[in-house]
């Protein structure tokens, strides 16, 4: 029932605290495997980076403006960004790090 509500919302909110800018919060992953775009509050760090080099939505610093037309935009957009799951997935991102510990044995 929660991850429909996320699929069909039209934006989600991530709001990270300015004490907190250097974690990934678990609520990060749930809206990328929900394939809504997301509107990132807080300070830039490593969510923020996720959420804009994936294009998966806006970050916005705690002291910026959210602009009007953001809002008016997204809820016009049926397009939801690409489903990204697969690549943030732990089965994927355990053999990736296998590989990196493999290449430091060899």
């Known amino acids: 029932?929660?991850?429909?509500?996320?699929?069909?919302?039209?934006?989600?909110?991530?709001?990270?605290?300015s004490s907190r800018g250097d974690i990934i919060p678990g609520?990060?992953?749930?809206?990328?495997?929900?394939?809504?775009?997301i509107l990132s509050v807080g300070p830039k760090g490593d969510a923020a980076e996720i959420i804009e080099n994936y294009q998966l939505g806006y970050c916005f610093d705690f002291n910026e403006v959210i602009p009007n037309s953001l809002f008016s935009k997204e809820l016009n957009n049926n397009n939801s960004p690409l489903n990204l799951v697969?690549?943030?997935?732990?089965?994927?991102?355990?053999?990736?790090?296998?590989?990196?510990f493999e290449k430091l044995i060899i």
């Open 27 to 37: 609520k990060l992953f749930e809206y990328i495997g929900s394939g809504t775009k």
């Open 1 to 17: 029932l929660i991850t429909t509500k996320l699929q069909t919302a039209d934006l989600l909110l991530l709001l990270i605290p």
């Open 86 to 100: 697969d690549s943030f997935e732990r089965k994927k991102q355990t053999k990736e790090l296998a590989g990196y």
